[in-house]
């Protein structure tokens, strides 16, 4: 059985707390100096500390010490842009790990704006994904042969997308309403796609570990590295390989290390591989590995989010539907603009958190939104959004106007 790990890593640039009085005078929205949990800077040290760095030291002694360990990482280019302007030795530890691995990290495609553009833009979708490809080409010596899209989310036509464009493979969520009966340990082919292939994430265990770990309530709890790895070895009449996609975030900042989780992480690999049937392999090499078993047929977007695996989490309500109509309906006026500055600020507030943090969801899924939700409530969100976006507006209205800060020009 194969195990493919995939982690990804992303902070937004969180819009500050932004008033109506502010519009018009203050062109800087993701500056807030005064609020700890909308200020970049120290929200991604905080993350780095708690997660980032010594998740990274695992993952490297790991490398070091078994030669057959493999994963993947994806970043989105806001959370490296970040890295490059707070916290560049997090930046160098990810380069490092990458690099020395002699192949056995791929880092995979993404929008380099962790935005959803493909389902409202597809031309602005194919510009991120040409600067993503470029960054990570840069930092990583990489080109991306695997897509991954923002929050995981997929359907036909982004399959087709990416046949197109020459990807081996995407990544999408294993859901069971999509397969059926079928299983998530398996590869298949996108309805309408001649070449590529989809890799499945197997989301009851990779969620054991992203969501269920820590929580003492579970059944299963504590959870060991040798009773996960039994898990998996007991997959083996069902499928070829299992596929483990989660948040980087999750060793150290949504599982705290008080949990064990790190210590589970640095005795996953070990416990995995004394079954002699277990081996580990990249996305790639997992796509080549083995031939698709079936058609898979996803009309509709699917993500890895909430209980309904759809874009409800982003666009479920009127207030969402606003501001992401409203974002994209700026496109034109913004790039005929040619203004850099201008045009990357409207890139990072397409960035799916913000649509997020204005999710009204209080029944299942409340607790999560709550607890990943840097705002008040999510009005607050919405209204500090809607005023950045109409100071926006008016930065179009006077090309001339020119910003005081400088920022992380768009024509990286």
């Keep these: 059985m194969s195990v493919c790990l995939y982690f990804h890593v ?19 929205y993701f500056n807030d100096s005064s609020s700890s949990d909308l200020n970049n800077e120290k929200i991604i040290r905080k993350v780095a500390e708690k997660s980032y760095l010594p998740a990274s030291v695992v993952l490297a002694e790991l490398l070091r010490r078994h030669p057959e360990f493999k994963f993947a990482f994806s970043f989105s280019g806001v959370v490296l842009d970040q ?17 020395s691995s ?4 791929e880092v995979l495609g993404d929008t380099y704006h962790h935005s959803l553009s493909f389902f409202y833009s597809p031309r602005e979708f194919e510009r991120q994904i040409a600067l993503h490809r470029r960054k990570i080409s840069k930092i990583f010596g990489q080109v991306p042969r695997v897509l991954r899209n923002t929050e995981l989310s997929y359907n036909n036509d982004l399959a087709r997308w990416a046949d197109r464009s020459g990807y081996l493979g995407i990544l999408a969520e294993g859901w069971d309403p999509v397969l059926g009966w079928r299983s998530p340990n398996y590869i298949y082919r996108p309805k309408g796609a ?44 069902d499928g070829e390989t299992i596929n483990l996609f989660m948040d980087f975030e999750t060793f150290g900042e949504h599982q705290w290390a008080d949990t064990g989780i790190f210590d589970f992480l640095r005795a996953l690999p070990g416990e995995l591989l004394k079954d002699k049937y277990n081996h580990f392999l990249t996305p790639s090499e ?38 992401i109509k409203e974002i994209y309906a700026l496109e034109n ?29 209080w029944f299942a899924d409340g607790d999560v939104h709550k607890y990943f939700n840097p705002y008040e409530t999510p009005f607050d969100a919405y209204i500090s959004f809607m005023n950045a976006l109409d100071d926006l507006k008016l930065r179009l209205d006077n090309p001339k106007k020119k910003r005081s800060l400088n920022v992380i020009f768009a024509n990286k």
């Excluded at 759809?310 to 207030?319: M, Q, R």
């Excluded at 045009?343 to 204005?358: G, K, V």
Aim: aromatic residues 12%; hydrophobic residues 35%; glycine residues 4%.
């Design 10 to 28: 992303h902070q937004p640039y969180r819009v500050k707390k932004y008033r109506a009085f502010e519009v018009g005078r203050d062109h800087s």
């Design 83 to 99: 890295m490059e302007q707070f916290a560049p030795d997090v930046l160098d530890s990810f380069r490092n790990l990458v690099r």
């Design 102 to 105: 002699r192949g056995r990290v």
């Design 194 to 237: 001649s070449k590529i292939k989809v890799l499945l994430k197997n989301y009851r265990l990779s969620d054991d570990i992203a969501f269920r770990f820590g929580e003492r309530s579970w059944s299963e709890w504590p959870l060991t590295a040798d009773k996960f790895s039994s898990w998996v070895s007991a997959a083996h009449l």
């Design 286 to 323: 997992t796509l080549r590995k083995y031939q698709p078993v079936g058609e898979i047929d996803v009309p509709n977007v699917l993500t890895w989010a909430d209980t309904e695996r759809d874009l409800s989490a982003w666009t479920g309500n009127d207030i969402q539907r606003s501001a």
């Design 333 to 361: 006026r913004v790039l005929r603009s040619r203004d850099p500055e201008l045009i990357e600020d409207w890139r990072r507030l397409q960035t799916s958190d913000h649509f997020y943090y204005m999710c009204t969801k």
